[in-house]
């Protein structure tokens, strides 16, 4: 799957992910390869990206995520 979050300012991730876990409005969810058409809401807090065996964490402040197609893009407000 590949993944992008982008703020106003910059690009903060691109490239391919294995799983990401994002910060829904009702509570994490994860998103994995296949995964159904999704927009959501998003509030503060991580966003979990899982490669293989490499995990990474980035904070974000809302945003919004859409995942369609295994290409998930999070457009967040900001980061920490």
């Known amino acids: 799957m ?3 979050i ?5 690009k903060i991730f691109e ?6 876990t ?3 409005t009702l509570g994490s969810f994860q998103i994995l390869k296949d995964h159904a058409p999704i927009i959501s809401t ?5 966003v979990i990206i899982r490669s293989g065996k490499e995990e990474s964490t980035f904070f974000i402040k ?5 995942a369609i197609h295994n290409k998930i ?3 967040a407000e900001g980061t920490a």
């Open 2 to 4: 590949n993944l992008e």
């Open 6 to 10: 982008l703020t106003p300012d910059k």
């Open 15 to 20: 490239g391919e992910v294995s799983s990401v």
């Open 22 to 24: 994002v910060p829904g």
């Open 42 to 46: 998003l509030e503060d807090g991580n």
């Open 62 to 66: 809302g945003g919004v995520v859409e």
């Open 73 to 75: 893009v999070v457009l």
